[in-house]
Nanobody, 116 residues
Framework: QVQLVESGGGLVQPGGSLTLSCTASGSILNFNMGWYRQAPGKQRELIAYINSGGWRHYADSVKGRFTISRDNGKRMVYLQMNSLKPEDTAVYFC???????????WGQGTQVTVSL
């Protein structure tokens, strides 16, 4: 089973940028991929999605600020985050979807904190 490891989180000031990376242990060619986040006291939410053909979709809360991309050859998925806001503070998770079913295995995630 393909495992995913998130990295790239950290502390950033409001208005700053950060790029998250998701490294897969195997091929992601046939998977749709997504980035979820979970803020303290809130449910985990899907914020960015890219299918195997490269079509992208974003939650309204991040549209225009975040960009999801993938490099199948490197087995990587990225989340470029710009104009970060304090409300973007959360643990960010990478996930894979096959045949419209999301995996039920979650990684450790990577913490993003937006604060002065």
């Amino acid at each position: 089973q393909v495992q995913l490891v998130e990295s790239g989180g950290g502390l950033v000031q409001p208005g700053g940028s950060l790029t998250l990376s998701c490294t897969a242990s195997g091929s992601i060619l046939n998977f749709n991929m997504g980035w979820y986040r979970q803020a303290p006291g809130k449910q985990r939410e899907l914020i960015a999605y890219i299918n195997s053909g490269g079509w992208r979709h974003y939650a309204d809360s991040v549209k225009g600020r975040f960009t999801i991309s993938r490099d199948n050859g490197k087995r990587m998925v990225y989340l470029q985050m710009n104009s970060l806001k304090p409300e973007d503070t959360a643990v960010y998770f990478c996930q894979k979807q096959y045949a419209k079913t999301w995996s039920d295995v979650w990684g450790q995630g990577t913490q993003v904190t937006v604060s002065l």
